[in-house]
């Protein structure tokens, strides 16, 4: 299976034209990288088994409606399309939008997958669409990825790594709020040393400014909006 495979249910959110991999828009729609084995189940799950964290996530992702799922999982070379979302509870299938791509062996192979992944599909110029992966092969990624959200595979996915996924989707809408309208900044002093921390950031964000600078949260709003607008 390729990355071409989509689920019809939401590839109209999926933006294809290819750019080159660049800073992170958190006004595109964020990508969701998951994998199976270690994460919606415990490794070594039975039959019966397979799947029972999936109501964990799709709390979560009944929350972010704008959130778009893509499937890393080694699963998708095991079976067509179709078969792998009639696999799923279709609460998740139904927000599943495709999958990664050809297998891409050496180090770190998963976090390449998905970089790759998203790097094809934003559409934003130099900036692409934020990303998180859930996944349990913490050696696929490299040492400190601040994207990947790491499971024991021995439990599949918990509150833990939910929280984590929660409070990053909450950090990203706080984005769009920011860029939603303009807003008159009052410190222009920080202007510049608030556009390198944002340029640093995997994840700019309000609460990033205002624990940084100790200012308010209207003043944070107004920086992140000017860095957000910016070319």
Partial sequence: MNDESMNPHRVETLLVRLQPLGRTDPTLAPLLFLDFDGVLHPNGASCQSLFS???ALTEVLDEHPEL??????????HHAWEDLLALLPEALADRVSACTGAAD?????????????????SGNGARFRPWRAIDDAQWEFPPGCSELIACDGALGVQVEQMEALRLWLDQ???????????????????????????????????????????IGQTEAIALLSNYLRSP
Avoid: M
Avoid at 68 to 77: M, T
Avoid at 106 to 118: D, L, M, W
């Fill in 105 to 121: 062996p050496g180090k770190y192979q998963r976090y390449r997958e998905v970089t790759s992944f998203a790097r094809r599909h």
């Fill in 53 to 55: 964290r999936t109501s």
């Fill in 68 to 77: 778009d799922v893509v499937i890393s999982s080694s699963w998708r070379f």
């Fill in 172 to 214: 990203l809408r706080s984005c769009r709020t920011a860029v939603s309208t303009l807003h008159p900044i009052n410190r222009p002093d920080l202007v510049e040393v608030a556009n390198r921390l944002l340029a640093d950031a995997s994840t700019p964000s309000v609460a990033l400014l205002q624990r940084a600078f100790r």
